[in-house]
Every structure is written in C-alpha cells, then in structure tokens.
C-alpha cells in the first residue's frame, strides 16, 4: 500500500522551467514598433544557443517585431511555433505547466519582472532599466500532489549590457 501511494505521488509530481527575457536590443529610429539592431539579432541568436539543449515545448510573445524577433531564432531551432498573448492575465490564462515542460517567455522592461511575480516568486530586482537586455529570468515550477513551488534564478545572457 505504501509503494503504490509512493507511486501516486511521484506520478503527481511535474516540473516546469520558465525562461522570460526582455526583447533584444531595438531600433530606436523607428518608435511605433521597431525591429532589432544588429547587437539584438546577436542576442537572440546567444539566446537560441543557451537554450539549444533545454528542449522548449512552449513559446510565448508580446505582437511586436522585436518581442517576436527575439525568439524567433530559438523558435526555428527548436521547431516550435510561437503563441502570442497580449497581457499578463491573459497569459496566465493560456500558460499550462506539464511535467518535463520548458517554455520560453517574451517580455518588455516594464513586465518580465511582473511575469516572474505571476508564477509565484518574488524578483530581488524592482525594475529594468530601458537600456537592459540581458536579463534571464529562469522559474522552476514544481508541482506536487497538494501544492507547488516555485523558485527563481535570476541570470543573464550573450553581451553583458552597459550601463548609459
């Protein structure tokens, strides 16, 4: 009887990792909706590259070139099609947490910190800052029988940004 309750919670268990990045370094000529630069194409392309052996199930992005840019070559690596929401509610509504599951978040200054606080944990920053983009938001969702954790590592990734 023991080993067989072991096995309900074991089977019960599932671990999700979320990655959330703000978009890559953009144009700031074109201001309605602008495209990468040639530091953010770099960037994404460093992001393809750290998550090239994470196996990401799940993307979702903001409907802006440069949100979408960012992802797109870790969307063409891995063959996962992009999902696009609009607000953070929205979002939460649509993200599903599976066992072995990782999914790639994009953002904007002002709400990958609010995404993080979404999926339960408490960010150390307060704020990023305008000329930051090489955040790396990483949340290990563990979800058990009766409740979930959640635990967040903050990084960074491919050029460290300076500072204006």
């Excluded at 080993?3 to 979320?18: A, I, K």
């Excluded at 959330?20 to 770099?42: C, F, S, W, Y």
């Excluded at 944990?121 to 990023?128: E, G």
């Excluded at 955040?135 to 967040?152: G, Q, Y």
Aim: glycine share 4%; with cysteine.
């Amino acid at each position: 009887m023991l080993f067989l309750l072991h096995g309900m919670w074991l089977s019960s268990c599932s671990e999700t990792s979320v990655y959330i990045v703000r978009h890559a370094e953009k144009d700031t000529i074109n201001a309605t909706n602008p495209p990468l630069t040639p530091a953010g194409m770099q960037r994404a392309q460093d992001l393809a590259a750290v998550l090239n052996n994470d196996h990401i199930t799940k993307i979702y992005s903001t409907n802006f070139v440069r949100t979408l840019a960012t992802v797109q070559p870790t969307a063409d690596q891995q063959g996962v099609s992009v999902t696009l929401y609009n607000t953070i509610p929205e979002l939460e509504k649509t993200i599903s947490f599976g066992n072995k599951k990782n999914i790639l978040i994009a953002g904007h200054s002002n709400t990958i910190l609010e995404i993080a606080e979404m999926l339960g944990t408490d960010p150390v920053r307060q704020q990023i800052e305008d000329t930051d983009f090489d955040n790396l938001l990483i949340v290990k969702k563990t979800r058990f029988l009766f409740w979930d954790k959640s635990v967040l590592k903050e990084t960074t990734y491919g050029s460290p940004t300076l500072p204006e």
